[in-house]
């Protein structure tokens, strides 16, 4: 008797083929959007995992009180904090699109999902928080809008952090997407990431506190030593990832050209059985002695 396949889905889909699916979906989903309005979503591909895994490591997931994420489109920064130990009942998501309302709350069960303007923050989310925040994560296409939007955002979500609350932003720009300026209303430090070279295109993480928020403690000689163990431990699993990916999917490939090169020779043979007597004699026998 055959056994079924463990990494059959739904339909006796690999998960491999389900996961192409949801990416080619979001993917078309995210480029739809875009055509219908194109300032607003800013992208026209949702954050790949390497960012949004970029993205979560500022969050802390031991933190307390609720994480908003701003535009989170199909949800690839939502899963990325899920898999970081966010609990999903923490997640407060911000969307300006309905349809994707709705694919977020079927595909986060638990999430909170909140359909309106993340640039009108304290109306959109007035009576929604029960405490401070601990983190804003953004992925808005700040740089769409004009300067005094993006700090009045930024204002806006400083005043429902934490004490140790963080605005998360990511940016394909070489620059920080919220402006630094002498004369600035709302004041605060920057500090950004290494460029994330596997996404497509290349970004670059932001993250910012209130200037008056107190600066984490130095750290000694040995937690420097734990941090950059950590820090190129993600570095080497998220390279090992990418490289199955990549693995993956040429085997796949392969796998298709094999079967497309055995169907060619099947036909090539059905066609020269058929162009020799004596070999159509001996497939109508086989085929007679089969029944």
């Not at 390497?50 to 979560?56: I, N, T």
């Not at 928080?129 to 769409?144: F, K, Q, R, T, Y």
């Not at 050209?257 to 001996?282: C, K, Q």
């Amino acid at each position: 008797m055959r056994t079924q396949n463990k990494t059959n889905g739904p339909g006796g889909k690999s998960r491999i083929a389900l996961a192409f699916q949801e990416r080619f979906a979001d993917e078309a989903s995210f480029i739809k959007t875009w055509f219908e309005n194109p300032v607003a979503t800013g992208a026209v591909s949702p954050s790949g995992r390497f960012l949004s895994r970029a993205m979560a490591r500022y969050v802390n997931a031991a933190s307390e009180g609720p994480v908003v994420e701003l535009g989170p489109g199909t949800g690839p920064v939502t899963q990325a904090l899920l898999e970081r130990g966010v609990d999903p009942y923490r997640l407060v998501l911000v969307e300006y699109d309905l349809a994707f309302c709705g694919l977020l709350e079927r595909r986060f069960p638990g999430v909170r999902v909140v359909q309106g303007d993340a640039y009108n923050l304290s109306k959109t989310l007035a009576g929604i928080l029960d405490g401070p925040a601990a983190a804003v994560v953004s992925s808005l296409p700040l740089l769409n809008r004009p300067e005094p939007d993006r700090i009045a955002l930024l204002a806006d979500a400083f005043g429902m952090l934490g004490p140790d609350g963080v605005f998360v932003q990511f940016t394909y720009g070489m620059v920080s997407p919220m402006p630094r300026r002498r004369a600035q209303t709302v004041s605060f430090t920057a500090e950004a990431s290494q460029p994330v070279w596997l996404n497509l295109p290349p970004a670059r993480v932001w993250c910012y506190r209130p200037a008056s928020a107190p600066l984490p403690p130095k750290a000694s000689a040995a937690q420097r030593l734990v941090r950059n163990i950590k820090k190129h431990t993600n570095r080497v699993r998220d390279e090992i990832l990418e490289t199955r990916d990549q693995l993956g999917t040429r085997i796949r490939l392969a796998k298709d050209r094999v079967r497309i090169d055995i169907a060619g020779h099947g036909t090539r043979v059905r066609d020269e059985v058929r162009g020799n007597p004596a070999l159509e004699i001996i497939r109508k026998f086989n085929e007679r002695r089969e029944r």
